[in-house]
């Protein structure tokens, strides 16, 4: 199976918002509400920061929002601020009962 | 609080089998619906899903990497541990092993990860 399709890279200024896409087909993102999106700044542990395509877990700022429309879902982050300078890795569950991840973007806080 | 720590070989040689091990806190693996996965990462490159193990010992796997894969659990000690024959150069990632929130179908805590460096 493909990776899911991100951009490689966004950037934005403090305070400003930005949109992560991540496109798949309707054998994964489109056909489940199983997208999940994490933050990994390098040489750490993988962060969760939405599941379910729009849900929020605990401790997570609610600077990070999620959304899906079709094949593809969306992750946006406003107020941005130098700490949300990361990786962002999208991920979905798929109808042959496997994970699949996007190929990840990398976010610049200018 | 749930954690989860990668162990095994820093560096194996191509066509040796690779054998990680996940030892974790904070959960049951013969908990109804949890699950543990293993991701990997090679060096500047995406996270690639690999395997994962569910409390009833159902197993899904890559099916890219499907033929070289192995997941076993030892629920007594807390562990996954995951096997992978044939190693080659191209192998070479940071391995992640990541609790899985059941009955939903995301991971919600990772270990910090390991790195494998294939080479002779």
């Known amino acids: 199976q493909s990776a899911l399709t991100q951009p490689a890279s966004v950037s934005g200024s403090p305070g400003q918002s930005i949109t992560i896409s991540c496109t798949g087909t309707s054998s994964d993102v489109g056909g489940y509400n199983y997208v999940s999106w994490y933050q990994h700044h390098p040489g750490k542990a993988p962060k969760l920061m939405i599941y379910d395509v729009t849900n929020r877990p605990s401790g997570v700022s609610n600077r990070f929002s999620g959304s899906k429309s079709g094949n593809t879902a969306s992750l946006t982050i406003s107020g941005l601020q130098a700490e949300d300078e990361a990786d962002y890795y999208c991920s979905s569950y798929t109808s042959s009962s496997t994970w699949v991840f996007g190929g990840g973007t990398k976010l610049t806080v200018l | 609080q749930i954690t989860l720590k990668e162990s095994g070989p820093t560096l194996v040689k191509p066509t040796q089998t690779l054998t990680l091990t996940c030892t974790f806190s904070g959960f049951s693996l013969s908990t109804s619906g949890v699950g543990v996965g293993w991701i990997r990462q090679p060096p500047g490159k995406a996270l690639e899903w690999l395997a994962l193990?569910?409390?009833?010992?159902?197993?899904l796997y890559s099916p890219s990497l499907r033929s070289r894969l192995t997941v076993t659990k030892d629920t007594s000690k807390n562990q996954v541990v995951l096997t992978m024959t044939n190693m080659d150069p191209v192998d070479t990632a940071t391995y992640y092993c990541?609790?899985?929130?059941?009955?939903?179908?995301?991971?919600?805590?990772w270990g910090q990860g390991t790195l494998v460096t294939v080479s002779s």
């Open positions: 990541a609790h899985l929130r059941g009955p939903h179908l995301y991971f919600d805590w």
């Open positions: 193990i569910y409390w009833d010992d159902d197993k």
